[in-house]
């Protein structure tokens, strides 16, 4: 069986996150292995400087993921699940590859800032008659 890309680990990263967040490197790992149901010789492979291949296309799957402004460092180490990084599980199905990642970001973005500007207007508004 081939060994999946770092863009096939990036829906069962995020999902993993959503339901289990904060997480280290290694748990969240150990858990999107579980859940892609990798077998023992995928979790073998290795890279040639000797790491594991599996882990390394998860942990590039999780920087790229950081990059997009869909996971978050808590802490040095623990990772979570941003708003963005829900909402991009909620409006698409499948592999989160760059093309769909880019296409639907900065409409995302656009939703959020609305709902939190219209969450301010409204406490502010609250406010006015306290």
Known sequence: MEMPTHEQFRR?????????????????FELV??????????????LPTGELRARKHCDSALTKMYMKGLVD???????????????????RSGVLDDEAIAALVPAIRKLLQRRYRRQSRDRRNARRWI
Do not use: C, D, Y
Request: hydrophobic share 50%; glycine share 4%.
């Open 33 to 46: 292995a579980a859940r892609m149901a990798l077998n023992a010789e995928q979790m073998a492979s290795r």
């Open 73 to 91: 460092s808590l802490s040095r180490g623990l990772w979570t699940i941003t708003n963005l990084g829900k909402s991009l599980l909620a409006f």
């Open 12 to 28: 069962p990263a995020l999902e993993v996150l959503a339901h289990s967040s904060p997480l280290n490197r290694k748990q969240l």
